[in-house]
């Protein structure tokens, strides 16, 4: 058995930094940063400052230095993390700022595989740093020994021939790994110039997974739909596929619940057909990247014929449009459709009229029927994307979330670049810190009475507490509670109503009319507790924890009465 982590690169990291004296570390909330987090923010060697915005926390720094004379060292998380380090270290590299910058990175196999939260991450502008350092994964002594002098290396350089900003570019790593046994597959690619290739699909159970997009065209949809009419296949989807046909299924709940044994046993696909961008579904990811899940073939199919392997399975590319690989593989023909009625029946034998506190989940178990149709929705990533996932949607209600670099900023921006050019409802789902990085947007002169933003107010990242934790050692640099009080203010100061709720009562007696027609934008700040978004979410994953035979539920359901 062997163990993978980062935590010997942040022990090496700690040691040489009191070594050289570095006292003073901005941190930026994240996940990834977390073990470095936790190796500073009690040792009293340090003094540490939480940053919410990336953005901020650069030019902080540079502050700091200017005051102090001395080295600083940030902390960031990965994906869009490290680009917004960008403009400071602009100036700090041309302002000769000793600063070091910690970013975090996953591992290189994940690059350009529309894996969430992965974007190359040593990639700055060359005016941005002296030099990027990326440090290895530790395995044995070698690895030891190689970080060690790269480690030292950095810090030497925050002085050498002058002084400037480093990046050190730390690997985010942290798994048991019991035994492997590699399976070593080939990956063609076809195209329509070369021909596609004949191909069986019969007896094959087959999930096309749609990812992120914008409404189909009708030319693509009717393509899909014939191909599943003449295949036993359906087509798995969530909020961001923007997809609405005879063989979908919304399995988000189910996935959330499902162990991976019973995937494995009853709902794992014998083809994997991936169409779109990012799924931006981490329940679809984890079941679908699983060393358990043996025996699937993933193929690609897009115009791009990228070799893109994010369920480490791909066998083959189509390099062709999402019509024409449909109609080649579609016949007149029809068949028995038994893996999209036995993924149906799960969805629907699902229970969501969950009786939840006042959260982020309740909110989208009460609001999602009331939406009104034709309305777009944007979604921030993690927590807001994640919670509404679980409930439907009426199908001309479209769906978008920066889920493609996977930041946390600017999906205000976005949603409301999309509002102007929009004659329907536009309804942003935002939490506190999301909305810091982007409040500036608020005061766009273009806005018009058609935005509506649903503020989550959570008092700082609730998605790093949704697993059991030490609450109050994370809210402080982790989950950077504290920085914002309310949006009420800046709300009435850029033009919006702004309205509030602290209960469910307060929300319900304001729902209906923050969906009507306003004169003016609305801003709906509702005040929510990381304790009840926790037990919120716990509350529906244990209704829906097994899933793998609806008819046994019912029984167990029955039994239930029975004995009350």
């Not at 690169?9 to 941190?27: D, E, G």
């Not at 730390?170 to 798994?175: A, C, G, Q, S, V």
């Not at 439907?392 to 976005?414: K, M």
């Not at 309804?427 to 503020?455: C, E, P, Q, T, W």
């Amino acid at each position: 058995m062997a163990l993978f982590s980062n935590f010997e690169n942040i022990k090496i990291l700690v040691t040489l930094l009191k070594k050289a004296n570095i006292r003073h570390i901005v941190i930026n909330p994240g996940t990834t940063n977390i073990p470095f987090i936790n190796a500073v923010q009690d040792d009293p060697f340090f003094t540490c400052y939480s940053i919410v915005d990336e953005r901020s926390a650069m030019y902080f720094a540079i502050g700091l230095y200017l005051q102090t004379g001395e080295i600083i060292v940030t902390s960031c998380t990965s994906a869009q993390a490290t680009r917004n380090y960008v403009p400071g270290l602009t100036e700090a590299f041309y302002k000769k700022v000793p600063i070091l910058a910690v970013t975090m990175e996953k591992h290189p196999r994940f690059l350009y595989q529309e894996y969430m939260q992965a974007p190359h991450q040593s990639s700055l502008p060359k005016d941005c740093v002296k030099k990027t350092i990326e440090v290895p994964f530790i395995r044995d002594e070698n690895d030891y020994l190689h970080s060690t002098r790269l480690i030292n290396e950095a810090i030497l350089e925050l002085t050498h021939r002058g002084t400037g900003p480093v990046q050190l570019c730390i690997p985010w790593l942290d798994f048991t790994l019991d035994e492997f046994t590699p399976s070593i597959r080939a990956v063609n690619r076809y195209s329509m110039d070369t021909g596609l290739p004949e191909v069986s699909l019969t007896g094959k159970k087959i999930m096309i997974v749609v990812g992120e997009h914008r409404p189909f065209c009708t030319k693509d949809q009717q393509a899909i739909e014939r191909f599943c009419t003449c295949h036993n296949a359906m087509v798995y989807v969530n909020l961001l596929s923007n997809y609405h046909g005879r063989y979908t299924v919304a399995g988000n709940l189910a996935l959330t619940a499902m162990a991976i044994d019973t995937f494995v046993s009853g709902y794992a696909p014998d083809i994997l057909i991936s169409i779109g961008g990012q799924t931006g579904d981490y329940p679809f990811y984890g079941k679908l990247s699983s060393a358990k899940v043996t025996g699937v073939e993933h193929w690609r199919v897009c115009e791009d014929g990228n070799v893109v392997d994010t369920y480490d399975k791909l066998t083959k590319i189509f390099e062709c449009s999402i019509s024409a690989f449909f109609q080649t593989y579609s016949s007149d023909a029809s068949c028995e459709h038994s893996y999209y009625e036995k993924w149906k029946a799960l969805v629907d034998s699902q229970k969501t009229d969950v009786d939840l506190p006042f959260s982020n989940l309740y909110v989208a178990q009460t609001m999602h029927r009331f939406v009104p149709k034709s309305s777009t929705m944007y979604f921030s990533i993690l927590n807001s994307l994640r919670v509404w996932s679980l409930f439907p949607l009426d199908s001309s209600i479209i769906c978008y979330s920066n889920v493609a670099a996977f930041g946390i900023d600017g999906g205000l921006s976005a949603c409301i670049g999309q509002s102007v050019e929009s004659e329907h409802l536009s309804l942003m789902i935002v939490g506190d810190l999301a909305f810091y990085y982007d409040m500036n947007s608020l005061g766009i002169r273009h806005i018009k009475n058609n935005l509506r933003i649903l503020l989550v107010n959570n008092n700082g990242g609730t998605e790093f507490k949704l697993s059991p934790c030490d609450r109050k050692s994370r809210d402080r640099y982790i989950c950077a509670s504290g920085h914002f009080k309310n949006a009420e203010g800046w709300a009435n100061t850029c033009g919006f109503e702004y309205r509030s709720a602290r209960t469910k009562e307060e929300f319900n007696a304001q729902m209906d009319s923050f969906l009507s027609d306003s004169d003016k934008p609305i801003l709906f700040e509702i005040f929510v507790s990381d304790a009840n978004e926790y037990d919120a979410f716990q509350a529906i994953l244990g209704e829906n924890v097994l899933p793998a035979n609806p008819l046994k539920r019912k029984v167990k359901q029955t039994i239930k009465k029975l004995l009350k």
